[in-house]
């Protein structure tokens, strides 16, 4: 069918209303308004910047720990502790190595896991105050509005089509269908968050990727509400350990926020062997930990979440500027791989986009040569100087946590540099063995109080997605699927999934992959860990996904 679209004009479009993309527009139309307020030429406008965010609300798709470093926040907003939601700064930080029966602290906190003068917060409530000053200076802000795809345009990119609404589950238009606007700029900002569905098609045409494939994690989260006296305010705890295997990179950590809630998540590098590990339920026996379960003990669980993150570093950053366009924020790798920390990082490449967006709207040039600017003031900020001492970090890991360790103590001697630089490091899929035709274990159910199963956690996710409707995890096989990957890997998207969306069924004495969208969470994991890479994750229609309400 032939579809019209309405076509709006803009002069900024960013694509993504997380930290990256606020900090990017409110800087922007800062910018402006000094620009304007001076009587310079030519005069700009704020209502000129457009802000897609496919969540139902803002916010609603923001996961994050969340330990946050001001220091980017600070320079955007000087007065930020008057107003920010701040829920408590860092008194405490320590580093927890866990056996199966015990645990035991460290006696001196390394470096990396400390976060004195950082705040506990939710990024969720962060991003709600954001977006709040961000239309009061006139940016439009579109919520339930996905970037399907790219407008390209020579050697770059012009704007973004954005979803189709009211699609069945076979493509056709019910009787509420209306096309995507096809969204016209002069600079798109691409700030959609980790393995960003434009950005992965944009880096692969225009051949954008740096010498290093980028490197993910998953991080699975719980919301608690405990037991007055179980934590304190500002309590922060990083586990090293059981129940992570030693060959495989990960851990957990502790949050202590106001009002008797905890923070608590499990993260781990989606570069593991074995292709029938469990990331959900290596989070959930992580609980079961004797420390833990004391914590949690007549608590409840709240809410529940799961993101990957890119843990890639500087090598794996892809090229950050072409005609037309910028990538900044979790899409183009800014976080710190050793502390696992970005929102600062993420910020301050968007205040820096938009610098670099304001010099090309003055000088009515938005081509790759204009917008090149943009990494040489990232390489002459503190986001140069704080990446590039970890920039070999986590690839010293593909040789086993002692390797690592070894590799990260040269590293910290050498000011990153180590004993090869730069270290090469290979796509996570391909770690897996093949197992062939071992028994799939048994799923793990959990009690229904301090551990469960997907299906609970999902709910506690706030997903929602309308069930009619094209689904959005496009699998380029399913023979594939139900052959090749069932006799050589046992179907690893089974396990690797931390919201039950894929499963093997047996139809008509058939095995069969079956699909669950409306479970997504929106992590990326199926995307970035299938073994043959034939799984691709689409923006659904927008308003989708979870309700990361509080976290």
């Known amino acids: 069918m032939t579809v019209q679209r309405e076509q709006l004009e803009a002069d900024v479009l960013i694509v993504g209303a997380g930290p990256a993309g606020l900090a990017c527009a409110l800087h922007l139309a800062n910018l402006i308004q000094k620009h304007n307020d001076s009587g310079a030429k030519p ?14 609300e803002i916010g609603a798709h923001q996961l994050s720990g969340a330990i946050m470093n001001p220091s980017a926040l600070r320079e955007l907003i000087p007065d930020f502790e008057t107003s920010a939601p701040l829920d408590t700064p860092v008194t405490d930080s320590a580093l927890l190595y866990f056996t199966k029966n015990s645990s ?75 096309p995507g606007y096809e969204l016209r700029a002069k600079v798109t900002v691409l700030a959609e968050g980790t393995r960003g569905s434009l950005t992965k098609d944009l880096v692969a045409k225009k051949n954008l990727d740096n010498i290093n494939p980028q490197s993910y994690g998953i991080g699975i989260k719980e919301l608690w509400e405990v037991q007055p006296g179980k934590i304190a305010p500002g309590y922060v705890a990083h586990t090293m ?14 949050y202590g926020l106001s009002e008797n809630r905890l923070s608590i998540g499990l993260v781990v590098a989606l570069e593991y062997a074995d292709p029938q590990f469990d990331p959900h339920a290596a989070f959930q026996t992580w609980k079961t930990h004797p420390a833990m379960k004391q914590m949690l003990d007549g608590g409840k669980m709240l809410r529940y979440g799961a993101k990957t993150l890119p843990y890639g ?21 800014f976080l710190d791989s050793q502390r696992l920390k970005g929102i600062h990082l993420a910020m301050k490449s968007g205040m820096l986009a938009a610098e ?26 503190f986001v140069k100087k704080e990446m590039w001492a970890v920039r070999n970090f986590h690839q010293s890991f593909q040789y086993g946590k002692l390797g690592g360790f070894v590799h990260t103590a040269l590293q910290m001697l050498t000011g990153g540099r180590g004993l090869i ?18 028994p799939a274990p048994e799923r793990f159910k959990g009690d229904g109080k301090l551990t469960f199963d997907r299906l609970t956690d999902v709910y506690h996710s706030g997903t929602r997605h309308d069930e009619d409707q094209p689904c959005h995890l496009v699998v380029a096989d399913t023979n594939i699927c139900a052959t090749k990957c069932s006799a050589e890997y046992g179907n690893p998207c089974q396990y690797f999934c931390p919201a039950a969306v894929y499963e093997m069924a047996q139809e008509k004495g ?31 229609e927008g308003g989708g996904g979870p309700g990361y309400d509080g976290m």
Not at 315 to 329: K, N, Q, S, V
């Open 104 to 178: 035991f602290r460290a006696p001196i906190t390394p470096p990396p896991f400390q976060n004195s003068g950082n705040y506990v917060v939710s990024l969720n409530k962060m991003v709600k105050w954001l977006s709040g000053l961000v239309e009061k200076t006139g940016v439009n802000l579109f919520t339930q509005f996905g970037g399907a795809s790219l407008i390209y345009e020579g050697d770059g990119i012009a704007g973004v089509i954005t979803d189709d609404k009211g699609l069945d589950k076979n493509g056709q238009p019910k009787d509420n269908y209306t």
């Open 43 to 56: 005069p700009l406008s704020a209502e000129n910047i457009y802000v897609l965010e496919k969540g139902r």
């Open 421 to 438: 630089d730069p270290m090469h490091a290979h796509p996570g899929h391909e770690a897996y063995r093949k197992i062939g035709a071992k």
């Open 313 to 333: 570093g500087w090598y794996a950053m892809p090229r950050t500027y072409l005609d037309g366009g910028l990538i900044i924020g979790d899409s183009a790798s």
């Open 510 to 540: 058939e095995t069969r992959l079956k699909i669950n969208p409306a479970n997504c969470v929106h992590c990326k994991t199926c995307d970035i860990a299938d073994p043959y890479q034939i799984i691709t994750w689409k923006v659904p």
């Open 241 to 254: 350990g059981w129940p992570v295997p030693g060959e495989m990179y990960g851990g957990g950590w502790i």
């Open 356 to 381: 670099t967006v304001f010099e090309s709207l003055l000088a009515g040039d938005a081509s790759a040569a204009k917008l090149s600017s943009f990494p040489k003031k990232i390489e002459r900020s």
